[in-house]
Structures are given as C-alpha cells and as structure tokens.
C-alpha cells in the first residue's frame, strides 16, 4: 500500500470512528482518559526504552541539544502526561451543552448546541507529551484526531499510540478515534493537510517552517499561529519592582517557547532606573540586549539594534529593547512588529491599561502580567492544542472549547412559517 493509500485509509478509519466519539457520553470518555492514565504509569519502563531509543538515534543524528531536551521523557514528565489527563477528566463536558435560547414571536425557541469539529490533524515536532495532551483533549471534545509527530520520537509516539488504544477500547470506545500515523515520510504530511474528505481541520505544532509549509500546501482549514513576536510595554506609572520582575520572567523563564518575550519597550520617563537594573540582570543570565539609540546611551553593554531586530522571534537570549515616548508609540510599534500572539502592558494607570488592552490586536493582552502564562493550563484550560492567532473559530490557547463548533437547535410546537 503506497503512503497516501495508507493515510487515506487511517482517515476512513477516523471518520468512522469520529461518530462513535460525537455520541459518547461524558463517562465513556473520561473512563478512556482515566484508564490511558494508569496505562502510561504502569508502562513507563517501555515508555523510557522507547524514548532511549529516540534520543540515541538523534544524538547520532547531530539533533541540537535543545530538541534533545523537549524529546527527553524523564520519570517527572511521564508523570505529568498522566496527570494530565486526569486533569482533562475533571474538566466539565463541552458537548452537548445548549446556550442562548431565545423566544422568537412565531413561537420558536432557538438555541446552540456544541458539537465536536470531528476529524482533527495534529501534525508537531520532537515532544512525545504533544501525543499524550492532543489525545486526551480530542477525546474530551468528542473528536477523533490523527496524529502526525516528529520523527525524532517515532519510537515513543508509537508506544504512546498503542496505550490510548488499550484505553479507548476499555471504554468501549472505537482505537481508531486516535491514530498515529507510523511512517516518518513526509509525503504523509501532504497527504493528511488535503484529504478534505477525512479530515475537519489541521493542528499544527512545530517551528516556523512546518507551519509556513501547511498553511501553504493544506486543502484542509488550519488553526495556527506563526510566530511569537510577544512584547512587554513599561509605562511611566508602573511599579518599577513588579515591572523589572515581569520584564525578567518574560525573557529568562524559558527562552524557546512562543509566550516568551522578543521585544521590550520602556517609557522615557522611566528607562533609566528600569534599564539599569534589567540590564544587570540580562548580563548575568547572558542574554544579549540589541536596543535602539535611546536604549544603547542608557545601557552600553546592548549592541544596536536592526530593522530586522523588531520582527524576529528569537527563541534565544537575545532581546529587542526600545525606548519609546509614550503609549500611543508603543501601541503603535506593537501592532506593527506583532505576530499578533501575546502583548503585556505594566502600569497603574487604568485608563492606559484599558486602552491597550482595546487597541492592541493580539490573541492574549495582558495588564501587569508576563507573557508566559500565555498558555492553554495558565488559563484553566486544562491543556491546549496549540496557540492561535487566527481570528476565525478559535483565538489564542487552544483547549477544548476551541475543539468544538456551535450549531443552532430550534424547538417548536407544531409552529409554520407565514
């Protein structure tokens, strides 16, 4: 069977089993999670060989210790994928749930129901754990999901696949409601984004050219985000002490992930006395400050800054600093250089806060909060899919809820239209 014969036949699979999972009840689904828990502790020994023989074969490969570090599965994080998914068992149920009924005056009542999208791609790079939350929250939602990982974590992907298996069929729900697709060719890749008979959207997760290339090859809708141009903006009335803690979290809590800040803009008013100390603290963790003029005479230590510096997302000790005259420009430089994905503001000023939180036009803005916990748990979502800047269907972190679509209902009483 060649590989788009095989993808396709994964999809029929999914198909069919997308509408045994729509009409599953709350307890057939949490059963499944609960039970995929218990698996994934009791089979952590074949979990780690797997993810051994991962890591061996990409330190041969020449993989970059960073990718080696998100594709390690420790005793800690294989505690967390179970965690995780009794998390998303105490969550409550999206589907089915009814909302906004109104009374119209032919005698109808219309309302929405939510429903599940149905068939999900995920398509993601090295992190095994990727399999186990997108699992879990396709099952919750009512979906099923085909799973495309990286080849770096063939092996583990697949011992995690046969687990939640084992799990859905104890539930008596169909193994063919999450399917990992065993090939590492990249042909399957195209094959899933334009199989638009099977599939009901693609998830995405991975760097910037795996992204670029399914927005443009995909014939299936996509929930995305490109980039994480995030920024941090100190106005002139911040609290000084809880603006230099959020400016260094934002940067130095971890450095390759998309809620971390790239640019850093301060008020005139107060760049002296934040810069001075922020740049002690950059110059100790080793980041390197690429600022503009202003930024450069305040902090000598910072190389200048190109065009170029404002619209990249680094994923590295590096940070972008401008010093900026007040918030008009800093709204102004934000809605210019963001990718749209998350933007803070420190401040006491209220009238400020509101108008960035109005203006900017990102997936998350913030008011005295670092951009990292722009993220699908930080905001009690359990777990998320993926970050989305798109504005149509889902915005922002991705979790059940965006896992879902609302169709209208319509009770009546023997009513006829006139």
């Known amino acids: 069977m ?20 729509a009409r599953a009840n709350t307890g057939a689904k949490n059963k499944a999670l609960l039970e995929t828990a218990r698996l994934i502790r009791e089979h952590r020994g074949d979990l780690r060989a797997a993810n051994q023989a991962d890591l061996d074969q990409a330190k041969t490969n020449g993989l970059e210790p960073a990718l080696l570090d998100r594709l390690a599965l420790s005793e800690k994080a294989i505690d967390t994928m ?3 998914l009794e998390q998303i068992a105490q969550l409550p149920d999206p589907i089915g749930e009814m909302t906004d009924f109104k009374n119209r ?6 309302g929405k129901m939510r429903v599940p999208l149905g068939v999900i791609g995920i398509i993601y790079e090295a992190r095994p754990n990727v399999t186990v939350d997108a699992a879990g929250l396709c099952i919750k939602s009512g979906n ?14 697949q011992a995690l696949a046969r687990l939640v298996a084992q799990g859905l069929e104890a539930a008596g729900l169909p193994a063919a409601a999450v399917q990992v697709i065993d090939t590492t060719d990249r042909a399957a890749v195209g094959a899933l984004i334009t199989m638009t008979q099977y599939v009901d959207v693609i998830v995405p997760r991975g760097g910037k050219g795996l992204i670029e290339r399914i927005s443009r090859e995909a014939k299936v809708p996509v929930i995305k985000h490109l980039d994480g141009i995030c920024h941090v903006f100190i106005d002139e009335s911040a609290d000084l002490e809880k603006a ?8 130095t809590h971890r450095y390759g992930t998309c809620n971390t800040m790239e640019t850093l803009l301060v ?7 934040v810069l001075t100390a922020l ?8 980041v390197e400050v690429r600022g503009c003029g202003r930024t450069c005479a305040l902090l000598p230590t910072a190389k200048a800054a190109t065009e170029e510096d404002w619209s990249t997302e680094y994923l590295a000790p590096i940070l972008s600093v401008k010093v ?36 900017v036009d990102s997936a998350s803005v913030m008011v005295n909060a670092s951009t990292r916990f722009a993220d699908g748990f930080e905001y009690g979502l359990g777990a998320e899919i993926g970050i989305s800047t798109d504005k149509i269907h889902a915005r922002g972190p991705v979790g059940l809820e965006g896992l879902t679509s609302q169709k209208w209902v319509v009770f009546g009483h023997g009513e006829i239209r006139q």
Do not use: W
């Open 267 to 273: 008020h005139q008013h107060v760049a002296k006395p």
């Open 324 to 359: 900026v005259d007040g918030l008009d420009q800093a709204i102004a430089h934000i809605n210019r250089y963001s990718s749209q994905h998350t933007d803070s503001i420190v401040t006491d000023n209220h009238s400020h806060a509101m108008r960035f939180i109005r203006e």
């Open 244 to 251: 230099i803690s959020i400016a260094d979290n934002a940067k």
């Open 2 to 21: 060649s590989i788009e014969d095989s993808v396709l036949d994964i999809g029929r699979k999914a198909r069919e089993a997308s509408a045994a999972m």
């Open 82 to 84: 179970a965690e995780g």
């Open 105 to 110: 005056p032919s005698g109808i009542q219309v």
């Open 279 to 286: 740049g002690k603290i950059y110059a100790d963790k080793g």
């Open 144 to 157: 099923s999901t085909i799973l495309r990982g990286g080849s770096e974590a063939f092996r583990c992907n």
